[in-house]
Every structure is written in C-alpha cells, then in structure tokens.
C-alpha cells in the first residue's frame, strides 16, 4: 500500500467496548477532540491505513448515540454556533432518555473530550435536578447519608430560607 | 490493513471517567462530572444540596466551585439577564428591593424589603459577585461592611483612616461617593469612597476650602489606601450616589454640583491601577435632573429638563470628550433619568413613581407596569452568589478573567 507523506485519512473506524464497528468519516469524528487527536497523530506519522480506534469505556448503544449527536453537529460546523434549528434538535434529543442513559452518554461524552455534548447533557441533568428536595436528589444520585441528624440540622439552619 | 493507535490515543486522552456506567437507574458520574452539573444550578438549590452528604457539602463549600458556579450558572442560565432590582429608599431603616422581569412581558417577580439588613439606616451598593458594599454614614460612627444577602455573610470593614495633614478644624462629613467591584487584574474586590470634609464648626460649614479625598479598600489585604485629593470642591448628592461598572474595570460617579455651582463632575476610578480622573460635564441647560448610564459600551451623560422634559443624551469619547448623541422629548410624566437597561435602552422614573425603559432611537417608551409612590434610587441586575467573605484570599481567588468578562451585569 503506498504511502504518503501528506496523507489525508476521510474515514476512521472505532470500535466499542463490546467490540462492535463503526465506520465514521472523519468530519463527524473531529466534533470528538479524542478522536481527532488520533487522526491528526496518524496523519502526521504520513500513513494512508484505515485507523481503528478502540473506545474501551463506551458501549455500542451509547456509541450510536454519541455519533448521532456528532454526525448532527458536524452538519452544522460551518454554522454560528447559536443556530435556533440544531439548540431545539439538541433538546429533544435529550428529552428522550432516562437517567441511566443520560449518565451514560455523559461519561461517553467526558470520555471522548466532546466538550458541546458534555456540556449540553451536564445542563440537561442540571434542569431537570432544580428544585428538588434533599431526599429526592439522594434516590436520584443513589447517594446514602452521612451526616448525623444533628449535623443535617446545622446545616440546614445556616440558610433555613432554602428549605422553605 | 487496520493499524490501531489506541497508543496515540491514551496520552490525549485527559478527562477518562472512571467510574462504571450507572445501574441503579440513576445517576452515578464522577466527582467532576458532578461539580459539572452542580455549577449549573441556583442558589437557593446548592444551599440546600449541601444536606444531601459529606461530599457534596465539601464540593458546594469550595472556592474553586464557587468560582466555577460564577462562570458556568450565569453563562447558561438565560432567566437572569431580564431580571433587574429597583431600589426605593423608604426610611432611614427601610429599603425596598424589587425584582423585575423584563426581557418578554415586564412583571413584578417579588416584592420584598432587603429583610434583615445587617446594618440599621446603610446605603447599599452592588451587586458585584452577588456581594453588596453597605455603608452607614447616618450617626457619628461610621459603619461599612461587605455583605453576601443569600448566605448572610457580612464582613465589617475597618474605619477609613484620617489622612495624615488634615487641618484639624476639619472633619469628614457623611457625605462620600462610594462603588464596589472587582479588579480582573489583581483577582480582588475592592471598595473605593470620595469622602468629602466639613469644618467641626456649623457655623463655619461654608468656609471648608479642603476637596474630597479617593480612598481604596482592598478585600484580599483588608486594608485602606489614600490615593489622592480631587482638584476641586464638589457639592456631594449623597443618596444619588451612583457607580457604574465598566468594561475595563473603571467605575464613574457623578458628583452633583448642587444647583448654584456650575460645575458637574464625573469622577472615574480605574480598579487595575487604582488612579482616579475628573471629567467634566457637558454644559446642560438647567433646572434639570441628571444621570450617568451606559450607552454602546460608553459612559452616557442624562439631563432632564425639569420644565421642558427633554431628555438630552450624551456620551463621552476616548479622549475623554463628551458627544451630544440624543435629543428626545418632550416627555411628559417624567420626573428623572435613574440609569440603563442592557446596552442600549434607558430607564426613567415618572412623576408618579412607575418604571419607564425607553429607546432613544425609536424614543418610544414603555411601561415596566410597575408602580411605586417613592423616589427610584437604582436599577441593578439582579445575581446571587455563594462568593464566601469569611476568608478574603479565597474569596478573591473565587475569580479569573473569564468571569470578570461575564461579569459585567450592569443593566
């Protein structure tokens, strides 16, 4: 296979933890700052192979999911990043997910350094936790308490208007 | 052929989660990740997350957050920025606050007195960072404090000291011009006052031939400095005391000449480097009000002609000149110019006590559709903050460029 030294890779493949492909183009694959990183690093080493890149962290489901959101967005690359059409598209994407996969696609986003993504699901998840109480914010976060009730009490008088 | 470059890969690689995938159906993400949502979320919502466990009342408590919480909830949350805070001055112990929406249809959000007002009869000033500077300059012993309203903090500054060769048949008067803000470059909130001096004696209150003098508070030292003297008397309208943030860290005052003298002045105070400027004022055709506001990113000059009631708009240039921009009128039903709402809309009191916001370019004015009988002293933008004054060099670390851009909330 000849080489170059200018080469220019348009498609990569990555592979999921469940050890599933998928063929991406390297448009779609640049809105991930990891992925890009591995094709900018092959492209310097001047190879023209189809890449393979292994994402050990990230299941095929959740795969599907980041990709659909990278494959939207890098249609819109060239757009200011404001577009009214992609914010609503981002919405309802989210909208569709429980919390077990907004977890999932969060760290598949922090994970592949796709920073809009991860930002988008981080305020997702922040909305949807406003105004909640203590008790539902513990079930949710699956976080046992550790303070004494005595401790919970001081605190909670500090600013006893929040709990109003 | 397939070549893997999983090697490649592992060093750019900086942000691996390394928590397992949630399988309790909720969430289960990384301390990080975690931080992440949280600065995302109101106030009144961390103060009570403190409760949930030891770690996160850990994370809601630490500076770094507090700071991230600064950047990332004024950033994304959009519902801020049509919110503002009139402020009516009703007694000597009372200020009423209101909260206002604006952006879509104006409404009344709250209406409620500042309650628990530390400091019994203060002028207040702010928010920078949520925090307000309040002064107490009523009875013979001066108060001054920083105050966070959400967590009810409040941190007493000491006295300002006297300046080494004041005459001593002289005083200070109550009467100062004051501003709160925050220095991008040394990352501290500083408080700055122009105090102006009266003889001991009443009867010799005319004869006082001494100009204000610029004073400096620094948070992160807790200390006062002594940067000068003005170059001329200035009569001081103490409760129109009025600063505006500015882009590069500069605060304006106007201090008021009083009706006989001809000379209003605008004294600028530039945070980074701690100097002050006298600017003088257009020459404006009198009896009229008067206001600073900000105008596309330019300190803008009002005057309100009492008995025509045109509203006459300038704006200061870089060199420090002043451009007449606007003429608009006659408005009738107005009593004053109060300030600016965003960059390009003015805010004006009417006889009767209602908001109007007004745009000079199309001079149509509207109705906030909200009432008070009393005199507005200010409009602010409304922003609360877990900004903690126990310990000053934290607190001044809570901030970095980026949030002294986003900072800039003045209406």
Request: charge should be negative; glycine fraction near 4%.
């Amino acid at each position: 296979m000849a080489s170059s030294s200018s080469s220019s890779l348009s498609r990569v493949v990555v592979k999921s933890s469940d050890n599933n492909l998928f063929v991406v183009n390297k448009k779609v694959a640049s809105q991930s700052q990891l992925l890009k990183q591995c094709i900018d690093n092959m492209e310097e080493k001047g190879t023209n192979d189809v890449i393979l890149i292994p994402l050990s962290n990230v299941t095929s489901n959740i795969l599907t999911l980041v990709l659909e959101y990278c494959e939207k967005h890098a249609d819109f690359a060239d757009d200011d990043n404001n577009n009214q059409e992609l914010k609503q598209w981002d919405h309802e994407f989210l909208k569709k997910f429980d919390y077990a996969t907004l977890n999932s696609l969060t760290m598949a986003a922090d994970y592949m350094v796709t920073k809009s993504l991860l930002n988008l699901c981080c305020q997702f998840i922040a909305d949807s936790i406003k105004d909640l109480t203590v008790q539902q914010i513990r079930q949710i976060f699956d976080i046992k308490n550790d303070f004494t009730p005595q401790e919970e009490a001081d605190i909670k008088n500090e600013n006893a208007w929040a709990f109003r | 052929m397939v070549t893997s470059c999983r090697n490649d890969c592992q060093h750019v690689s900086t942000m691996v989660a390394t928590s397992k995938d949630g399988d309790g159906g909720g969430l289960c993400l990384s301390e990080d990740l975690i931080i992440e949502i949280l600065s995302r979320l109101p106030v009144a919502d961390l103060l009570r997350y403190r409760c949930v466990c030891k770690s996160w009342y850990s994370v809601i408590s630490c500076s770094d957050f507090i700071s991230k919480h600064l950047e990332n909830y004024y950033q994304n949350d959009r519902s801020w920025h049509g919110c503002l805070l009139a402020l009516y001055y009703v007694t000597q112990a009372e200020l009423n606050m209101f909260e206002l929406s604006i952006d879509e249809t104006p409404k009344v959000l709250a209406s409620e007195s500042l309650e628990n007002r530390p400091m019994y009869g203060s002028f207040i000033c702010g928010p920078c960072d949520g925090i307000y500077y309040l002064f107490n300059g009523c009875d013979g012993e001066r108060e001054r404090a920083l105050w966070n309203p959400v967590t009810n903090e409040l941190k007493a500054l000491p006295p300002v000291f006297t300046k080494p060769d004041l005459p001593s048949n002289l005083a200070y008067s109550i009467c100062e011009a004051f501003g709160f803000g925050f220095d991008p470059l040394s990352k501290d909130y500083k408080v700055v006052v122009v105090k102006c001096y009266c003889s001991e004696d009443y009867e010799l209150a005319e004869t006082v031939t001494l100009p204000a003098s610029v004073f400096v508070y620094s948070l992160r030292t807790d200390s006062w400095t002594y940067c000068g003297d003005l170059s001329q008397i200035y009569e001081f309208d103490m409760p129109s005391n009025q600063c505006y943030r500015f882009l590069d860290g500069s605060y304006y005052w106007l201090l008021s000449s009083g009706a006989k003298s001809e000379n209003d002045c605008v004294i600028s105070f530039d945070m980074t480097i701690d100097a002050y400027q006298e600017i003088h004022t257009p020459i404006y055709e009198k009896p009229a009000s008067r206001s600073l506001a900000i105008y596309h990113n330019s300190v803008a000059y009002l005057s309100f002609h009492e008995i025509k009631k045109d509203l006459v708009i300038w704006m200061l240039n870089e060199e420090g000149l002043w451009t007449k921009k606007f003429t608009i009128g006659p408005l009738s039903g107005i009593r004053s110019p109060i300030g600016h709402w965003k960059d390009d809309k003015l805010l004006l009191d009417s006889d009767d006590g209602r908001l109007i916001l007004c745009d000079p370019v199309t001079q149509e004015t509207r109705d906030l559709g909200f009432h008070s009988g009393l005199w507005c002293e200010g409009i602010f933008v409304y922003r609360e903050s877990l900004v903690s004054l126990k310990d000053c060099s934290q607190s001044c670390q809570c901030h970095d460029e980026a949030q002294a851009h986003a900072e800039n909330n003045r209406p």
